[in-house]
T-cell receptor
């Protein structure tokens, strides 16, 4: 079945540091890929998405590129802020058949 | 109100109680979901309703009983729960699975359940 693997963390960075959170997927076909973010005390919200190979999703300074050859969708941000502290979930979906989340990566950004 | 609203935000119940969680979406979506989020475990999909019909039930114990009276409302009825059922229960909605699927789930803020 479909599955998503991501680095478990926690990840602790200083403000303005570079962030990478790795995510790889296993799926039949070519799923749409997503990054969701969960701020403390809130539900998950979509951060960015990509629906086909080589697509780049971006939002709030975060980026991720759908790499078919490596089945990856790594999340990156050039300069993190304290307000980026949250749990980040990689997810994949094969046209509504099976929406799968990774385990989540907790990010703490220190001032 | 917009988005997905869940009530109550916090619930404490004994193992013999009966309670319900409520979810309401104001997005015009036709699919709704219940997820369970426990500490140090991946998100677990519990139930999926599409066009008010249950289309997925992931081996959830019968002490959890979902109800979807219309496309905007989803309930999770709770009865004789166990302490290990303590978790954050998240409701989500999407435009799909039946046509027009956009691939995005919209989540509520969750109901934090504690079973004593």
């Amino acid at each position: 079945g479909n599955s998503v693997t991501q680095m478990e963390g926690p990840v602790t960075l200083s403000e303005e540091a570079f962030l990478t959170i790795n995510c790889t997927y296993t799926a039949t076909g070519y799923p749409s890929l997503f990054w969701y973010v969960q701020y403390p005390g809130e539900g998950l919200q979509l951060l960015l998405k990509a629906t086909k190979a080589d697509d780049k999703g971006s939002n709030k300074g975060f980026e991720a590129t759908y790499r078919k050859e490596t089945t990856s969708f790594h999340l990156e941000k050039g300069s993190v802020q304290v307000s980026d502290s949250a749990v980040y979930f990689c997810a994949g979906d094969n046209y509504g058949q099976n929406f799968v989340f990774g385990p989540g990566t907790r990010l703490s950004v220190l001032p | 109100e917009t988005g997905v609203t869940q009530t109550p935000r916090h619930l404490v119940m004994g193992m013999t109680n009966k309670k319900s969680l409520k979810c309401e979406q104001h997005l015009g979506h036709n699919a709704m979901y219940w997820y369970k989020q426990s500490a140090k475990k991946p998100l677990e999909l519990m139930f999926v309703y599409s066009l008010e019909e249950r289309v997925e039930n992931n081996s959830v114990p019968s002490r959890f009983s979902p109800e979807c009276p219309n496309s905007s409302h989803l309930f999770l009825h709770l009865h004789t729960l166990q302490p290990e059922d303590s978790a954050l229960y998240l409701c989500a909605s999407s435009q799909g699975r039946a046509g027009g699927y956009t691939g995005e789930l919209f989540f509520g803020e969750g109901s934090r359940l504690t079973v004593l």
